[in-house]
């Protein structure tokens, strides 16, 4: 697995626990989008499974080289590719397996991703497995926010909060990737602090991209293009991208406005208007994620919105 700086003290933890015989046997790891948190548990089970001692997977076992092939018998993880939710069906599954041996006669791993997504049905059903799984079998769950998860599924859990890298800790680890990469400001400001997300970003032209959706998103509030041309930019496949750059962009201007008003009175107009504003996009963005719906047409729409609120 590849080098995640910030996960190196969780890293470290977990192996001491282990190396005691103190890890818990239910363990929740709790960390935003882009710090890796699925390569995390991943390579966690691929170290409980393998044969040699410690928590770290020497790559070279049967176990390991069943891992490594995605075919191992001991590992099961929770998740339907596209599912909006983790079903029952799919914890009885986990439930019924926890109930059986271990194939290669270790550890028996059960993942499940984004575990806020188990219904209230499947984490009913998943409790007393939690409480007690059985002889060498761990559950790994993880999520973006422990907030959205039940307490019943919490109290069981032994919890671990990743905190996000700062920035320069993940400019230094971009450049370690091999990337040469100057001007990574604009990019930290969108992925927030998300080492993964930046990495990918900085491997494509989408800063170019987004320097000419801003350029040109200027020249729409600015009156100076009409929604119709401005909407001709639309990405089938980014929207959610370019719906994010607009709440951002507005967020940008707002700040620089603030800055210009002396009363409170039109500072308080200004933060309506961006509040409309940002609405108006909520709204476009939950139409387009309906199935069936006309995106490009929500789009234009949006657009026109836009342009009319703010001439
Ligand atoms: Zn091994």
């Not at 997504?117 to 761990?138: F, H, I, R, V």
């Not at 559950?139 to 959205?148: D, G, H, N, V």
């Not at 990337?179 to 969108?190: G, M, P, Q, R």
């Not at 930046?198 to 100076?224: S, W």
Request: aromatic share 8%; glycine share 4%; hydrophobic share 40%.
């Amino acid at each position: 697995m590849q080098n995640f700086p910030w996960l190196s003290t969780l890293q470290q933890t977990l192996s001491e626990q282990f190396a005691q015989q103190r890890l818990h046997h239910a363990l929740l790891i709790e960390a935003g989008r882009g710090l890796g948190k699925r390569e995390f548990v991943l390579n966690l089970a691929a170290g409980l499974l393998c044969e040699t001692t410690g928590l770290i997977a020497c790559g070279q076992c049967k176990s390991c080289q069943l891992f490594a092939s995605g075919s191992h018998p001991d590992l099961f993880i929770a998740e339907e590719p596209e599912a909006k939710s983790i079903g029952v069906d799919l914890i009885r599954q986990v439930v019924n397996k926890s109930q059986t041996k271990s194939q290669l006669g270790r550890a028996k791993i059960f993942i499940i991703p984004d575990c806020e997504k188990m219904t209230e049905g499947s984490a009913n059903a998943l409790l007393k497995t939690l409480e007690e799984p059985g002889q060498d079998t761990y559950l790994l769950l993880t999520t973006e926010s422990e907030s959205r998860l039940l307490p019943t599924i919490l109290s069981r859990c032994q919890k671990y909060k990743v905190a996000p890298p700062k920035l320069l800790e993940i400019q230094n680890w971009i450049k370690e990737q091999g990337i040469d990469f100057t001007d990574y400001s604009d990019v930290f400001e969108l992925v927030e602090q998300a080492p993964l997300i930046a990495l990918e970003l900085v491997k494509t032209d989408f800063l170019t991209q987004h320097k000419r959706f801003l350029a040109d998103f200027k020249l729409l509030i600015t009156g100076r293009k009409s929604a119709f041309e401005f909407s001709l930019n639309f990405d089938d496949k980014h929207y959610e991208r370019q719906l994010d750059w607009m709440v951002n962009a507005f967020n940008q201007w707002l700040k620089a406005k603030l800055k210009q008003e002396m009363t409170d009175a039109n500072q308080a107009a200004k933060r309506l208007l961006l509040s409309d504003l940002t609405l108006l996009i909520t709204t476009s963005r939950k139409q387009m994620l309906q199935s069936g719906s006309n995106k490009k047409l929500i789009y234009q729409s949006l657009c026109l919105s836009l342009e009319q609120k703010l001439r």
